[in-house]
């Protein structure tokens, strides 16, 4: 299983928010390229990265910061935040992204999102913000009226082949993820499923693990030093033999 180390960016500078409340921020006195880069040594194959100012906005705002964090790595970068029409996602891919999550775009315009999908094939993962049953848009501060199994089930059905789920209400809050929800839309679909939010201890790593997830998402737990991507690294390498 893939652990994916986080790095959200809001204003340039790298932040985490509690459930996704621009109002709950903490600060990390960090440089998101030297990060990025001493993950990758650390063995990390993927960071996820996420424009805030972007998702908020909508419209991407950091792309010259995500490409210093590009050229800064060699790791795989993913990219989620403010890609809410056909010329972002491919402004982000030609910055060198890896792949892109896109969640607002997935929910409004389902006919462009497909067209990316045709085009661009696993370079393109759907994400699932779930919060209470409903997916959540414009950077979780928006209702879709749309239920998760049922938005995953869609784009399953139209080719989507990878999905991030996030439980909103977990995220950031260092209190253990939400397993049912990835688990259920993995098993439903049959596609590959990250599962990000809440991860707390290295046990969270080994039961979403258990769950069938391709990758678990991480950040919070990392900067507040609950344990070290290498530590979670070595947990995935061994439950994983």
């Not at 204003?11 to 990758?40: H, K, M, N, T």
């Not at 779930?130 to 998760?148: E, H, K, M, Y």
Request: include cysteine.
């Amino acid at each position: 299983m893939l652990v994916i180390p986080a790095i959200d960016l809001r204003g340039g500078r790298v932040v985490r928010l509690a459930q996704g409340s621009q109002q709950r921020e903490r600060r990390y006195d960090v440089d998101p390229r030297r990060i990025a880069r001493q993950w990758a040594e650390d063995g990390a194959p993927w960071i996820h990265v996420v424009d805030l100012d972007g998702a908020f906005s909508g419209s991407s705002k950091q792309l010259g910061t995500i490409a210093g964090i590009v050229d800064a790595t060699s790791a795989f970068v993913e990219l989620g935040g403010g890609l809410r029409s056909t010329d972002a996602v491919e402004a982000a891919l030609t910055r060198g992204v890896s792949r892109v999550v896109l969640g607002s775009l997935a929910v409004i315009d389902v006919k462009s999102t497909l067209q990316l999908i045709e085009m661009y094939g696993e370079r393109i993962a759907i994400a699932i913000d779930a919060r209470l049953g409903d997916v959540q848009i414009a950077g979780w501060t928006r209702s879709s009226g749309l239920a998760p199994l049922g938005f995953a089930r869609r784009y399953a059905a139209e080719g989507a082949q990878r999905f991030v789920v996030t439980d909103v209400t977990c995220d950031g809050m260092l209190a253990g993820p939400n397993q049912a929800l990835p688990a259920r839309i993995s098993s439903e679909t049959g596609c590959r499923v990250i599962a990000s939010g809440g991860v707390s201890r290295l046990d969270d790593v080994e039961a979403l693990h258990g769950s069938g997830m391709e990758g678990v998402i991480v950040g919070t737990a990392l900067f507040e030093g609950r344990f070290t991507l290498r530590q979670a690294l070595q947990v995935a390498r061994e439950i994983s033999c």
